[in-house]
């Protein structure tokens, strides 16, 4: 699990990492390539969705997310290299950040961290 939500943060970080020499296009509608890894994938912005669409040249496979954000909640679906299907949703209520989700072998989880305490998924500390 851990390694799951590792991902999906890696994920969006990288998104937004990219420097222009790897990306062109605007802020709300890009492609990007990674050529370390072979990924290219676009980022597509729209009001209050954020869809993500990513190819790998070495692999063939493809890969999405959607993300919707309002307010403080985000609810993000999307399908790994295989197909499989997975979520994850967020609430930010103070300097609490509560999550839920399911995998994409359908392992469901829920967790909360802040800096206090630290992070926790499915009652185990992280």
Known sequence: M???IL???MLLLSVS??????CYGTENMRTCTDYNTGNT????????????????SRTGSNWSQ???TYGNQSYTTGRDKDGNSWRHNTNQIGNTQYYNGSDSQGNHYNGNCNPYTGCYTNGKKQ
Do not use: M, R
């Open 17 to 22: 990492a990219y420097t222009a020499d790897n």
């Open 66 to 68: 959607n993300t919707q």
């Open 41 to 56: 994938y676009t980022v597509n912005k729209f009001g209050n969705n954020t869809q993500v669409n990513g190819y790998n």
């Open 7 to 9: 991902a999906i943060s």
């Open 2 to 4: 851990k390694k799951l």
